[in-house]
T-cell receptor, first 117, second 114 residues
Framework: AQKVTQAQTEISVVEKEDVTLDCVYE???????LFWYKQPPSGELVFLIR??????QNEISGRYSWNFQKSTSSFNFTITASQVVDSAVYFC??????????????FGQGTELSVKP | GAVVSQHPSWVICKSGTSVKIECRSL??????MFWYRQFPKQSLMLMAT?????????EQGVEKDKFLINHASLTLSTLTVTSAHPEDSSFYIC??????????FGSGTRLTVV
């Protein structure tokens, strides 16, 4: 069965610090997709990234970067030079195969990031 | 990009009444929609998967007679919480499969049952 584990429940950093949010997943599928979402206090989910299981290249988008390692079943998310506006709950998620046929999205427990000025 | 409109954004209802939440895909057709529930400080838990024109598939432990899902068209899915009780108070959020980011989420509905 698919499972996503975010071991860090809460993280608190001071502005400008770098912070890494961990995500470990379990699946028996060879084809799958991994996601990261941001949920600010308003509640809506903000899509950050989608990565398929065949693409292990790390990705950088501004202050955000993602490290995907199939060998350790991890998909970690790093925020460089954190800002107060980064404060939110971040969810890692795994889509159940077959992705293109309506596979379910399974969420991790979420990590609440608090960035203090 | 793809947009899913969810209404209402919040609702307060009396115990024993029913509440309907709507999710509409505005610029794409959503064959499949998903309904999630999120309690404070917790993750999103999948309640059910709805497919246009067929019965919804409920996750284990979710009462299908209490949470009625209708997906009558390719752009609209509804969740009706019947005979709501205070323990049903939660944040409900829908999502639809799209061809861009994969899953587009509605903005959520905060339900409070008093």
């Amino acid at each position: 069965a698919q499972k996503v584990t975010q071991a860090q429940t809460e993280i608190s950093v001071v502005e400008k610090e770098d912070v890494t949010l961990d995500c470990v997943y379990e699946t028996r599928d060879t084809t799958y997709y991994l996601f990261w979402y941001k949920q600010p206090p308003s509640g809506e989910l903000v899509f950050l990234i989608r990565r398929n299981s065949f693409d292990e290249q790390n990705e950088i988008s501004g202050r955000y970067s993602w490290n995907f390692q199939k060998s350790t079943s991890s998909f970690n998310f790093t925020i460089t030079a954190s800002q107060v506006v980064d404060s939110a709950v971040y969810f890692c998620a795994l889509s159940e195969a077959p992705y293109n046929q309506g596979g379910k999205l399974i969420f991790g427990q979420g990590t609440e990031l608090s960035v203090k000025p | 990009g793809a947009v899913v409109s969810q209404h209402p954004s919040w609702v307060i209802c009396k115990s024993g009444t029913s509440v309907k939440i709507e999710c509409r895909s505005l610029d794409f057709q959503a064959t499949t929609m998903f309904w999630y529930r999120q309690f404070p400080k917790q993750s999103l838990m999948l309640m059910a998967t709805s497919n246009e024109g067929s019965k919804a598939t409920y996750e284990q432990g979710v009462e299908k007679d209490k949470f009625l899902i209708n997906h009558a068209s390719l752009t609209l899915s509804t969740l009706t919480v019947t005979s709501a009780h205070p323990e049903d108070s939660s944040f409900y959020i829908c999502s639809a499969r799209d061809g861009v980011d994969g899953y587009t989420f509605g903005s959520g509905t905060r339900l409070t049952v008093v």
